[in-house]
């Protein structure tokens, strides 16, 4: 039996008397005060960390369940992230000791404002960059490759999309709103949801039934995605070493200036800053798509695609003169890994919140969630299947490009994480950055036209 190390145990020792006098103490005034509201006090910012990694363990614990190899991943995350933003939105909360810290009234609550707009935003930009500087070395070898059946894919991703709304919308008490509402949602893109809520200001009417479809139909677009991506491969029994192979591009990248090149610090967080500046300078420009100018229409990047193609366009050149724009491969990957996970947080609690206040201003009530989520389904299902079988029988594009320019397609962020995963490699990121800038054009100008000549 091995000898005791009081020298080791003493410290802990110590260290547990001290916390539990200091427990017992507050106890004894919290009895003497208000009960427990008085020893444990939370505030707004405190209830924010604490919810985001309330979320992030219990999701990942739910997306680490596999069902014959097949897993929600950080999916899981969002899925906690809706049930959470409902229960927070529980009157009976905001009697309860410290948990009342947690409750969120409406979609205008500070705490929501917090999770939907601030943490979700943070973690796009994280995300969407360092997708960029992991595919740039190797993008546009890929884009020049494969440039046209890109284009080809994602056009047609949209348009199939945007039939099944147009035919959606022609259900009587639907409408063009709602419908569009419901594309934006099944094809989790926020500047389609915001070109639709732009048009239909611009004509005067209503937005909450446009928020209500998005809300509805947001956690099919995301999860039918991440399955779809895992599924694909395993229904066609894959090999998945060998399809790694075919995505592969040859590349002749020169290494010998790297030794003399200026790095601001070891892991490339200045580089990354960098992409982040001017990619939200890029996304910021404005471009009207009509003869009233910034009037009417407009298009922009926005926060992902310009933070993208700035990742990509550093990650490609790798250097600025003497000064080193390269992020290391492990910086890059754990940037993605948090920015996917704290996207899905705040746009899960967010749509959590929004679902329950929506239904609630809605005249069809319940029977609404039952159209929105099956038109949902159909507008992420159809374009996805359509999409891959033309990349596979007409483009013949290799499995991980057709189903990473699907996830380009279908704009779906979350879907290109859990694909990179499934794939074992970071090159798909390039399919889906490739795709993805006129999938997004084309979502916008879907959205508007369809609000617009059908209202």
């Known amino acids: 039996m091995e000898k005791v190390n009081n020298k080791k145990i003493l410290?802990?020792?110590?260290?547990?008397?001290?916390?539990?006098?200091?427990?017992?103490?507050?106890?004894?005034?919290?009895?003497?005060?208000?009960?427990?509201?008085?020893?444990?006090?939370?505030?707004?910012?405190?209830?924010?960390?604490?919810?985001?990694?309330?979320?992030?363990?219990?999701?990942?614990?739910?997306?680490?369940?596999?069902?014959?190899?097949?897993?929600?991943?950080?999916?899981?995350?969002?899925?906690?992230?809706?049930?959470?933003?409902?229960?927070?939105?529980?009157?009976g909360l905001a009697d309860i000791p410290v948990l009342?810290?947690?409750?969120?009234?409406?979609?205008?609550?500070?705490l929501n404002g917090y999770y939907s707009k601030v943490i979700q935003n943070i973690g796009l930009v994280l995300f969407v960059t360092s997708v960029g500087f992991i595919a740039g070395p190797n993008f546009f070898k890929n884009l020049k490759k494969n440039a046209k059946s890109f284009v080809l894919l994602g056009s047609m991703i949209i348009v199939a999309g945007a039939l099944v709304t147009v035919l959606f919308a022609l259900i009587p008490g639907i409408g063009p709103e709602f419908a569009v509402g419901v594309l934006s949602g099944a094809l989790t893109t926020t500047p389609g949801f915001?070109?639709?809520?732009?048009?239909a200001t611009s004509l005067g009417h209503a937005t909450d039934i446009i928020t209500l479809g998005h809300a509805i139909a947001y956690p099919f677009g995301v999860i039918g995605v991440v399955l779809f991506v895992q599924l694909m491969p395993k229904i066609l029994k894959a090999?998945?070493?060998?399809?790694?192979?075919?995505?592969?591009?040859?590349?002749?990248?020169?290494?010998?200036?790297?030794?003399?090149?200026?790095?601001?610090?070891?892991?490339?967080?200045?580089?990354?800053?960098?992409?982040?500046?001017?990619?939200?300078?890029?996304?910021?420009?404005?471009?009207?798509?009509?003869?009233?100018?910034?009037?009417?229409?407009?298009?922009?990047?926005?926060?992902?695609?310009g933070t993208l193609i700035m990742g990509l366009v550093l990650g490609h050149f790798g250097h600025f003169g003497k000064m080193s724009l390269k992020?290391?491969?492990?910086?890059?990957k754990v940037l993605r890994e948090l920015g996917?996970?704290?996207f899905l947080i705040g746009a899960g609690i967010s749509g959590g919140v929004s679902l329950v206040s929506e239904i609630g201003k809605s005249e069809l009530g319940g029977m609404i969630v039952v159209y929105g989520l099956v038109g949902g389904a159909l507008m992420t299902i159809i374009p996805m299947i359509l999409g891959f079988f033309f990349a596979k029988y007409?483009?013949?594009?290799?499995?991980?490009?057709?189903?990473?320019?699907?996830?380009?397609?279908?704009?779906?962020?979350?879907?290109?994480?859990?694909?990179?995963?499934?794939?074992?490699?970071?090159?798909?990121?390039?399919?889906?950055?490739?795709?993805?800038?006129?999938?997004?054009?084309?979502?916008?100008?879907?959205?508007?036209?369809?609000?617009?000549?059908?209202?």
């Open 340 to 342: 996917l996970m704290l």
């Open 11 to 91: 410290p802990l020792i110590i260290a547990i008397v001290v916390v539990a006098a200091v427990a017992v103490w507050c106890g004894i005034n919290a009895g003497a005060a208000n009960g427990i509201a008085s020893a444990v006090k939370l505030s707004t910012n405190t209830a924010l960390l604490a919810g985001i990694f309330i979320v992030a363990g219990l999701g990942y614990l739910l997306g680490s369940i596999s069902v014959k190899g097949v897993s929600l991943g950080t999916a899981g995350v969002f899925l906690v992230a809706i049930l959470f933003g409902y229960l927070c939105t529980l009157p």
């Open 394 to 455: 007409v483009l013949k594009l290799s499995l991980l490009n057709s189903l990473g320019s699907i996830t380009g397609g279908m704009t779906s962020t979350p879907a290109l994480g859990t694909l990179i995963n499934t794939a074992k490699t970071d090159d798909v990121a390039g399919a889906y950055a490739s795709t993805y800038p006129i999938a997004l054009v084309l979502i916008v100008l879907a959205s508007q036209l369809i609000v617009t000549l059908m209202a």
């Open 239 to 305: 090999d998945m070493a060998k399809e790694r192979e075919l995505l592969k591009v040859d590349a002749t990248e020169e290494v010998k200036e790297e030794k003399k090149l200026f790095e601001c610090d070891p892991f490339g967080l200045t580089p990354f800053a960098l992409a982040v500046i001017f990619g939200l300078v890029l996304g910021g420009i404005t471009i009207p798509l009509s003869a009233k100018g910034y009037a009417g229409p407009c298009f922009s990047l926005g926060t992902t695609g």
């Open 100 to 110: 009342k810290s947690f409750f969120i009234a409406d979609s205008s609550a500070t």
């Open 327 to 332: 992020v290391s491969e492990s910086t890059a």
């Open 194 to 199: 915001s070109a639709a809520i732009e048009a």
